[in-house]
């Protein structure tokens, strides 16, 4: 059974950096796509950003050059590096599979202040 654990959400101000990570518990871990979701308050969960086995990444339009997403497979984590945050960005931020979609870990808060 895989287990998700998601870390480094916190406080940011406008324009500024926060770098996520996603710790997987589990096998197989390098055969799967992941990918970082997100959802704030009142709104359905969204696809942030999603990269596959071989690197190959995809963002939603809102994200795409302030965002990147990475893996390492031999610590079996992924990341998520955010910069010039705003305060769209506030949300819960979770990562899963893209083809297995595992029990969904407890999130990390992210909230950009203006």
């Known amino acids: 059974q895989v287990q998700l654990v998601e870390s480094g959400g916190g406080l940011a101000q406008v324009g500024g950096s926060l770098r996520l990570s996603c710790e997987y518990f589990?096998?197989?871990?390098?055969?799967?796509?992941m990918a970082w979701f997100r959802q704030a308050p009142g709104k359905q969960r969204e696809l942030v950003a999603r990269?596959?086995?071989?690197?190959?990444?995809i963002y939603v339009e809102s994200v795409k050059g302030r965002f990147t997403i990475s893996r390492d497979n031999r610590k079996k984590t992924v990341y998520l590096e955010m910069n010039n945050l705003n305060p769209e960005d506030t949300a819960v931020y979770y990562c899963?599979?893209?083809?297995?979609?595992?029990?969904w870990g407890q999130g990390t808060q992210v909230t950009v202040s203006s």
């Open positions: 990269i596959t086995p071989g690197d190959s990444t």
């Open positions: 589990g096998g197989n871990f390098r055969f799967h796509p």
């Open positions: 899963n599979s893209t083809n297995s979609v595992f029990q």
